[in-house]
């Protein structure tokens, strides 16, 4: 049996996911936006800017698309090495194995890997075969291989910077009940709404104040840690995002939304040329005119 491939570095949870849900899957746009990972902007720890809602992760995410896309799995963590064998060992192409977080920098099929970088990933296996681990990695590799303790070291997700549990599965898909797009992205409107208010638990800075704190670094000049990872990663995800947002709004009719979470897009992919080309000043004045769209996107939405 053959599994279709999806590949996105960094959408690698939604394509993980349209891969295990199969011909039912709405595309990995539709789902990232069910996630509500466009909703907000946070800076972890006071220094690592990312274009997601305070307080939310890609686990918290994925439980919210997979409900509100009418279906449930099984979820699993913690354990033993011996245990994660067992795991993995049960999947194969018709009964996928959703695994992540795992540590983007060790999965040593990937060039340059091989040093734990504090970088999330999720990846689709489909099998084990002479203590083979075989699997759909969405950074572009289609049936990837890695000696099954490579991948149980690079699961245990022990450099993940938001909490989580070693080794988390997520298997045996079921659509309980059929929900099409659109009633999905309608129904997900509240939650959005609440990660726009910053109302997580507990409760986090708001998205503004973030904003607002990260064009003070940028005036002070990054750190090389934090530059490279705007200019690799959180720009181009957080710029896509928001454009997918947009695209999903229209759909439901949410025009005023849709029109900020547009501009809100633009504003991020126009942050890319001058991080790369050091130009701070406009860098810092996209990012104090994007602090205050995230309230006016929240108020923009029904039964906000």
């Known amino acids: 049996m053959t599994m279709r491939y999806l590949g996105s570095g960094p959408y690698c ?19 990232e936006v069910l996630t509500g990972s466009p909703f907000g902007a946070e800076l972890i720890g006071g220094v690592t800017p990312f274009f997601n809602p305070p307080g939310w992760d890609p686990g918290i995410g994925l ?10 799995c099984q979820k699993s963590s913690g354990g033993s090495g011996t245990d994660a064998a067992k795991r993995l060992r049960e999947a194969g192409p018709s009964h996928p194995l959703l695994a992540g977080p795992v ?14 970088i504090g970088s999330d990933h999720y990846v689709v296996v489909t099998g084990v075969e002479n203590n083979i681990v075989r699997f759909h990695d969405p950074h572009g590799h289609p049936y990837a291989t890695l000696p099954i303790n490579d991948f149980i070291t690079a699961w245990r997700a022990e450099s993940i910077g938001y909490a989580t549990e070693q080794f988390t599965a997520r298997t045996d898909f079921q659509q309980v009940r059929a929900v099409d797009n659109a009633t999905a992205l309608r129904r997900s409107l509240p939650a959005a709404a609440r990660w726009l208010a910053g109302e997580a638990n507990p409760p986090v800075s708001s998205s503004a104040a973030a904003l607002e704190r990260l064009a003070e ?3 002070n000049g990054l750190e090389p840690s934090q530059h490279g990872h705007l200019s690799h990663f959180a720009i181009r995800v957080g710029a896509r995002r928001l454009n997918d947002a947009a695209t999903c709004l229209s759909l439901i009719e949410q ?30 004045q996209l990012l104090r005119r994007l602090a205050p769209t995230y309230e006016q996107l929240r108020t923009s939405l029904p039964d906000s």
């Open 13 to 31: 949870y939604a394509n993980s996911l349209a891969m295990v849900l199969g011909s039912a899957a709405p595309e990995p746009a539709v789902i």
């Open 217 to 219: 670094l940028v005036e």
């Open 63 to 72: 439980d919210a698309a997979i409900n509100l896309l009418g279906w449930t």
């Open 103 to 116: 540590e983007f920098g060790l999965l040593l099929h990937i060039p340059g890997s091989g040093t734990a």
């Open 255 to 284: 025009h005023k939304a849709a029109d900020i979470a547009g501009s809100q897009a633009q504003l991020i992919g126009a942050m890319q040329h001058p991080l790369v080309t050091d130009d701070r000043t406009t860098v810092a």
